[in-house]
C-alpha cells in the first residue's frame, strides 16, 4: 500500500506542469459534478418546492383575507336588516297584542284627561299584505283634550289609524264644554300563513 501511495506521488511528481494543471482541472470537475449532482440539485428542488409551498400559501392567505371581507360585509349587513326587522315589528307585529294596544290607548286617554267610556274590539279583516285590528271606542272630554290624544296617538311606535270619528252630544259645564266622541281605532299586524285561508273565505 505504502508502496503504491509513492510510485502515484513519483508519478505526480514527474509529471510535466500541464499535466498537473490538467489533472487538477479534472479533479475539481469531478468534485464540482459529485457537489452539483448531490447536494446543489437537492438544494435547488427543496428551494423549488418552498417557492411553490409558500405561492400557494399567499393565495390561500389572499382567498382567506377575502373571505374574512365578505363575512365582515355580510355580518354588517345582517345586523343593519335584524335592526330594521326590529323595528319594522314595533310599527307592524306579528301578532295582534289587542291588550297591549288597548293598554296603549287607554294609558293616553288619562294622559290627555279623557274619559274612556268604551271598548269594544271587532273581528279582524284580512288584507292583501297585512291584517287589519279594529276597536270601537266612545271617549269624553274636551275638543282640546281630544286634539291631544289623536296627536299622542299619532305618535305612538305601533301604526295606528283613527277612523269614522263621530262628535256627538256636546254637554256645557260651566264654561266648558264635554264631547262625546265615537271613533274607529285601527291598528295592524303583519298576515300570516293561516291569514291566506280567511282571505279566500271572504
Request: aromatic share 6%; proline share 4%.
Amino acid at each position: 500500500m505504502a508502496t503504491s501511495t509513492s510510485q502515484l506521488r513519483a508519478s505526480f511528481i514527474a509529471l510535466p506542469t500541464t499535466g498537473k494543471i490538467l489533472l487538477l482541472v479534472l479533479i475539481l470537475t469531478l468534485l464540482s459534478a459529485v457537489y452539483y449532482s448531490s447536494i446543489h440539485m437537492s438544494l435547488s428542488s427543496e428551494i423549488d418546492l418552498a417557492i411553490s409551498n409558500n405561492q400557494r400559501l399567499q393565495d390561500v392567505l389572499r382567498e382567506a383575507r377575502v373571505r374574512q371581507e365578505q363575512y365582515l360585509k355580510l355580518r354588517a349587513e345582517l345586523s343593519e336588516r335584524e335592526l330594521v326587522d326590529k323595528q319594522n315589528l314595533r310599527i307592524l307585529p306579528d301578532a295582534a297584542e289587542i291588550p297591549a294596544f288597548l293598554g296603549d290607548i287607554n294609558r293616553l286617554a288619562e294622559l290627555s284627561g279623557l274619559s274612556m267610556l268604551r271598548v269594544q274590539p271587532k273581528p279582524e279583516e284580512v288584507e292583501e299584505f297585512f291584517v287589519k285590528v279594529p276597536v270601537s271606542l266612545s271617549i269624553t272630554g274636551r275638543f282640546h283634550q281630544i286634539a291631544k290624544f289623536f296627536y299622542n296617538v299619532s305618535r305612538l311606535e305601533r301604526a295606528a289609524n283613527m277612523d269614522t270619528i263621530k262628535l256627538q252630544d256636546p254637554k256645557t259645564q260651566g264654561e266648558e264644554v264635554t264631547i262625546l266622541v265615537d271613533v274607529l281605532a285601527t291598528t295592524f299586524r303583519r298576515r300570516g300563513p293561516d291569514d291566506k285561508e280567511q282571505k279566500a273565505k271572504q
